[in-house]
């Protein structure tokens, strides 16, 4: 974790997208945490998965952002919403993990809900 928040620090990204974190609901916030940056998150869950998926949006807090929890909290248990707002622009970021191990019912949930979310932002 040191070493990600020193890239993005140093690089001074605006928006990081991870996946694979192993974060776990009993994780703080704080321990994910990176200065000056929103968290969007969303865990794996233990009760599910051993090991491995988990997710996570940094948003530098610069940037105006809401989370989009219609989205995130969707059929599809691997992904993480937001919005980033400047002006009159919106920008809808997405971050979607499939496992190899996914089932065709959780693949299919996933590209529903992209489809889905593309439809909304042209509209």
Known sequence: MDELRALVINKDFHIVAVTETWAKEDIDDDELNIDRYTVYRRDRRSDVYSKGRGIIIYVKDSLKSVPLI?????????????QVQRDNFRLTI????RSTSSTASNYSSCLKRLLVTQRRIIS
């Open 94 to 97: 997405g971050v979607c993990y």
């Open 70 to 82: 219609h989205l995130t909290n969707s059929e599809f248990n691997d992904s993480v919403w937001c």
